[in-house]
């Protein structure tokens, strides 16, 4: 147990720009086999405020991985292999957002190209100062932040789409698809203001104030690959390579 004065002390040692915050609501799962280098990094994550969790490998870190919180694993590659980036791929496996750093004891250019085949966001490759390591573990819990909320969003979106009845649902995608009131009375062999009727139910169930509105959340809730509809940010999109990452051009 740490006391008071260990505290200040961690919080003066703390990295220029680091704060409580949001990061406190964030965990760095740790996958080394060291011991000795899990507790290193433990300590300098939470110098950061980075709340911390270790494992001896990509075994246990699936077995114990049940933390909803935004975070990023940090992978530490010791021996030549494949161990670290299959640790990426079944993560990826399970559906799981979080994003993947690696950090290599030496600058292996093979570790790092199976790396980002694989998946992985960011590889330092040893000797990496402090202040980069920590730099891009927040920015790799900040990418996991934006697509957890992505997520959430999406998943309200469909559960408004779950409440329409199969004639709103049907309007819906007619009006995705361009169609105009008439068109669709056409289409579904209804009247004009029975389109009308199903259309405002609709729009009221959907929380759309315009077509254009109503288009966007639609392919938004029901898109199945990464990139987002116009006006939701995918997530590290425009963000600068940071650190010592290794070139695999």
Known sequence: MTTAKEDSTAAD?????????????SVVHLVDEDPGARDRLDRLMRRAYLPCRGYRDSDDLLLRLND?????V???????????VRTQQRLSDTGSTLSVVF???????????????????DFLANPTDDDT??????????????????????????????RLTPR????????????????????LSISPKTVELHRAHMMHKMRAGSVAEVVKLYL??????????????????????????????
């Open 13 to 25: 040692a703390a990295p220029k720009g680091t704060t409580p915050g949001a990061a406190m609501d």
């Open 68 to 72: 909803d919180r935004p975070g990023c």
């Open 74 to 84: 940090l992978v530490t590659l010791r021996t030549p292999g494949m161990a670290g």
């Open 103 to 121: 950090l290599g004891d030496s600058p292996r250019v093979s570790a790092a190209v199976g790396a980002m085949r694989a998946g992985a966001e």
């Open 133 to 162: 390591l920590i730099e891009t573990v927040q920015q790799a819990v900040a990418r996991d932040r934006r697509r957890k909320a992505r997520q959430s969003a999406r998943l309200a979106l469909r559960q408004r789409l779950a």
């Open 168 to 187: 709103e649902r049907e309007t819906l995608e007619a009006v995705v698809s361009g169609l105009s009131n008439k068109g669709i009375a056409e289409s």
């Open 220 to 249: 938004f809730a029901t898109e199945a690959a990464t990139p987002p509809v116009t006006g939701f940010p995918l997530p590290g999109h425009g963000e600068r390579p940071i650190g010592n990452r290794q070139r695999t051009d």
